[in-house]
């Protein structure tokens, strides 16, 4: 009976310290289980990133922040950083792009260049609010609307706010011009005017 017990007594210290080790080594591959996710999936998710838009733009950077990086397995992010250096797009296709917005908290994009149809932009931004509220702008120069519009024809901005810009433009033709007034606003990633009366007499005379 006394051998049994000092066999217990000597036991007991060496089960703690297995035990101590089985608990380090779950412990361990647990921190792992966390941490890889963590290093892993912001990077895929960037290139992933990376590959659609490189489809229409010149990509500089693309940062993806998550936590826990889990839910990005489940196509949400919360927050995505990109610098891109030139994009190119049709008219229509713009609202394909701002679609993308949609699975992140936050949204931050700077584009250095635009080409959207004929018309280009520069120091393009994107901006989303950690409360949704989606916000752009760029800077649109006189000679870049000349560039985009037929001989004869002149556009200059008058005034722009609350998401819309407005535009003046005038049609020359053997020494006769009409005018009038457009409102210019981007509608579900398209570009919409409204185009109000004549400001000039039709067929007044330009000298």
């Known amino acids: 009976m006394h051998t049994n017990a000092l066999a217990s007594g000597a036991m007991a210290p060496q089960r703690r310290r297995l035990f101590t080790v089985i608990a380090g080594v779950v412990a361990a591959l647990l921190l792992v289980l966390l941490l890889l996710p963590q290093l892993i999936l912001p990077g895929v998710a960037a290139d992933h990133i990376r590959g659609k838009l490189a489809k229409h733009a010149t990509v500089v950077s693309v940062h993806v922040g998550a936590f826990p990086a889990l839910e990005l397995l489940f196509g949400h992010a919360d927050s995505v950083t990109v610098h891109l250096s030139h994009v190119q797009v049709a008219s229509g296709q713009a609202g394909g792009l701002i679609s993308m917005t949609s699975n992140t908290d936050g949204l931050d994009v ?8 004929p018309l280009e932009l520069t120091q393009a931004r994107v901006h989303k609010a950690s409360g949704g509220e989606l916000s752009a702008s760029g800077t649109l120069t006189q000679a870049s609307i000349a ?3 037929p001989p004869g024809v002149a556009v200059t901005p008058i005034a722009s706010g609350d998401g819309k810009l407005l535009l003046r433009g005038q049609l020359s033709a053997f020494g006769f011009a009409v005018g009038a007034d457009a409102v210019l606003e981007a509608l579900n990633g398209k570009l ?13 005379i330009t000298s």
Not at 110 to 117: K, M, N, P, W
């Open 110 to 117: 700077l584009a250095d260049s635009v080409q959207i149809g």
């Open 147 to 149: 560039a985009a519009l």
């Open 192 to 204: 919409v005017n409204e185009t109000s009366a004549p400001i000039s007499p039709a067929g007044s």
